[in-house]
């Protein structure tokens, strides 16, 4: 199993950023996904969660009206759509495979909201 983000970068406060999880080695479509954030010297969070269809989404209060999780299941790949960034959304952005047992986390990419 492989996951994969790319698509983290520096930005200014207001600005967006498209962030893609690219995976391999299992069915894809059968699983639901989710992003998740950790800023230094604070606890991982979830900040997003989609189903394996991509009909039912569900977005921490930090985050809602600002960012759209979605999913291609063609190309096994879920997207995190980040618009209106503030300096507090700042953290490394991982993806996570629901898959049974303890599931598979991307390496991670950095997302910096700075003036």
């Known amino acids: 199993v492989q996951v994969v983000e790319s698509g983290g970068g520096l930005v200014q406060p207001g600005g967006s950023l498209r962030l893609s999880c690219a995976t391999s080695?299992?069915?894809?479509?059968?699983?639901?996904m989710s992003w998740h954030r950790q800023a230094p010297g604070k606890e991982r969070e979830m900040v997003a969660h989609i189903i394996n269809t991509g009909s039912k989404t569900m977005y921490a209060d930090s985050v809602k009206g600002r960012f759209t999780i979605s999913r291609d299941n063609r190309k096994n790949t879920v997207y995190l759509q980040m618009n209106n960034l503030k300096p507090e959304d700042t953290a490394v952005y991982y993806c996570?495979?629901?898959?049974?047992?303890?599931?598979?986390w991307g390496q991670g990419t950095q997302v910096t909201v700075s003036s």
């Open positions: 080695g299992f069915t894809f479509s059968n699983y639901a």
């Open positions: 996570f495979a629901r898959l049974p047992g303890p599931g598979y």
